[in-house]
């Protein structure tokens, strides 16, 4: 050897200023992520949880507004009651109203729901509200939630309101 020494061979060393500083950053991009993770979370429980309060009180207000039509067997009148909530409520998929022996009387689906979505949320006589995930096969996949609630505590039907879950993605999409 010639006393010389190659560049390759030379350690380089990082002054400890700079392994403290990657050390903080790292931690404190870590910790920020995991925080930024928790408060979306939060968010989003927040959003379903107002979400679900949204349609209980759409489908107990229908269940309201259909009591008088279809004790005089009005289905006209019930069928306006449920278009006209869809239309304040953009968010509504569908709306249902099943006699006691699920038995379709009105909705506002284009086509007559199938059996499947009849039986999808059934609700017994001691439950107030029923609320199922449905995972719609037709429709891309889509996500509804979909709340089940009696009508005169089930002697007159069920409310059957399907809501999408796009609209908690799309609220915690504009909140974050």
């Excluded at 020494?5 to 350690?11: G, N």
């Amino acid at each position: 050897m010639d006393g010389t020494t190659s560049k390759s061979s030379k350690k380089r060393y990082i002054p400890l200023f700079w392994k403290f500083a990657i050390a903080v950053s790292s931690m404190v991009i870590l910790f920020g992520s995991l925080n930024l993770l928790f408060i979306r979370y939060q968010v989003y429980l927040a959003f379903e949880a107002q979400i679900e309060r949204q349609g209980i009180s759409i489908a107990k207000s229908v269940a309201e507004q259909v009591v008088e039509p279809i004790l005089y067997d009005e289905i006209a009148s019930v069928n306006q009651a449920l278009l006209r909530t869809k239309a304040i409520n953009t968010d509504i998929e569908y709306l249902i109203i099943l006699s006691p022996n699920n038995t379709v009387l009105a909705h506002t689906l284009p086509v007559v729901p199938s059996q499947s979505l009849i039986n999808a949320n059934k609700l017994s006589l001691t439950d107030s509200v029923s609320i199922k995930i449905i995972h719609s096969k037709s429709d891309n996949n889509k996500t509804i939630r979909d709340f089940a609630t009696p009508i005169m505590d089930g002697r007159l039907g069920f409310v059957r309101v399907g809501m999408s879950e796009e609209i908690i993605n799309r609220q915690l999409l504009q909140a974050t």
